[in-house]
């Protein structure tokens, strides 16, 4: 099947967010990312580990949790391009997890999070199982085989085939905004010919993996964390000065549909 553009549609909401509509509509399923807003400073700064003020930022993680009231409990955490993820069953509050790059649940009224200011956010669902999975992919993570750790995870715990999974490539930054070496290129299973400058779209290299494991609906973003950073946040784009986002993903608490 061909990779369809789904492009998150910013939501209503003292908290700045941009929802995937499509997917709430279809699956019953809370899916998007936070945006920079239009605050003072670094606006809806979701970062726990930047240097913004720690009473700051978590007065802004409750108000963003107070935005999904069918969501008794948050997964969040620091993400440090790896590949490990975990699987979160009863959850109540804050579940501050470390060293984590991917979260997967079957639990309704999970919200899984991670930060993310330029790597590629990937939804995962099983939809008949309600079950999902979000990764943070940066180039390590993609190079390592988060993906393929996430897919293969996700199937193991819903004993579903992998073609009827579903998977989103989300707000991140465009391949002629990141520039990189060789080596990175090459870890990621790509050609870097001639003297370079090469370019890397992730979004590009995790589709294709998601296509050779055998995923066949794929949609992908074209909202850019660089070009569109008067929306967003991007490390690259502001010389590692910016704030973070929030990619979430869950199914809400009781019966899903497709009204708030």
């Not at 936070?34 to 580990?49: I, K, M, S």
């Not at 959850?91 to 079957?106: C, F, K, N, P, Y």
């Not at 330029?118 to 390592?144: E, F, M, N």
Request: net charge neutral; hydrophobic share 35%; glycine share 14%.
């Amino acid at each position: 099947m061909p990779v369809q553009v789904l492009r998150e549609l910013e939501a209503p909401g003292p908290v700045p967010r941009f929802d995937i509509p499509a997917w709430w509509e279809e699956f019953g399923v809370r899916a998007g990312v936070t945006g920079r807003g239009e605050g003072p400073g670094r606006g809806f700064d979701l970062g726990l580990w930047t240097d913004a003020p720690v009473g700051e930022v978590m007065g802004r993680w409750r108000q963003f949790r107070n935005g999904f009231e069918d969501f008794p409990g948050v997964v969040l955490g620091d993400q440090v391009h790896g590949v490990q993820l975990a699987r979160h069953r009863e959850v109540r509050g804050w579940s501050q997890v470390d060293a984590l790059d991917g979260h997967l649940t079957t639990q309704p009224g999970v919200l899984l999070t991670v930060t993310v200011a330029d790597c590629i956010p990937v939804y995962l669902l099983a939809p008949k199982q309600r079950a999902a999975a979000l990764l943070h992919c940066g180039w390590r993570g993609t190079s390592g085989g988060l993906l393929s750790r996430g897919i293969q995870t996700l199937r193991e715990v819903t004993n579903m085939a992998v073609d009827n999974m579903v998977m989103h490539c989300g707000v991140g930054i465009c391949g002629a905004c990141y520039e990189v070496g060789s080596e990175v290129m090459e870890s990621c299973g790509q050609a870097a010919p001639g003297p370079g400058p090469w370019h890397l779209d992730l979004r590009s290299v995790l589709i294709e993996a998601a296509q050779q494991a055998g995923i066949r609906r794929i949609s992908t973003s074209q909202w850019c964390s660089s070009h569109d950073r008067p929306r967003f946040y991007s490390h690259r784009g502001s010389g590692g000065r910016d704030g973070r986002m929030v990619a979430y993903l869950g199914y809400p608490l009781g019966p899903a549909t497709a009204s708030d």
